[in-house]
C-alpha cells in the first residue's frame, strides 16, 4: 500500500523512470524478432479499433515516458481502496 500511494502521490524516482525504460526497450528488441507480437499487437488493434503501432512509434513512446505520465496514470487507474497488503517474513528454520 505505501509503494502505490507514493507512486500516486510523487511518482517514480529517476533510477526506477530508468529501469523501466531499458526493461521496455529489451523487450521492444525481443519483440520485434517474434511474430507472435506482432499477430497480438494485430489483434488488439483490430479488436478494440487501435492502431498498430511501428517500431519507431514505440521506441518513441518510450523515450517520452516520464516520471509525471507513470504518476497520472497510477492515480487513474490504481483504486487504493481495492489495494492489498502484503507482508513478506522470514522463513523459520
Do not use: C, H
Not at 7 to 33: H, M, Y
Not at 44 to 58: L, P, S, W
Amino acid at each position: 500500500v505505501f509503494e502505490t500511494k507514493r507512486l500516486i502521490n510523487e511518482g517514480p524516482t529517476n533510477e526506477e523512470l530508468e529501469q523501466v525504460k531499458e526493461k521496455k526497450r529489451v523487450s521492444l528488441s525481443t519483440d520485434i524478432k517474434e511474430n507472435s507480437t506482432w499477430l497480438l499487437n494485430i489483434y488488439y488493434a483490430y479488436r478494440y479499433g487501435d492502431k498498430v503501432e511501428t517500431e519507431e512509434e514505440r521506441v518513441q513512446a518510450i523515450k517520452q515516458l516520464t516520471s509525471e505520465k507513470i504518476m497520472e496514470a497510477a492515480k487513474e487507474y490504481i483504486d487504493q481502496d481495492k489495494a492489498l497488503e502484503f507482508i513478506l517474513l522470514p522463513e523459520k528454520n
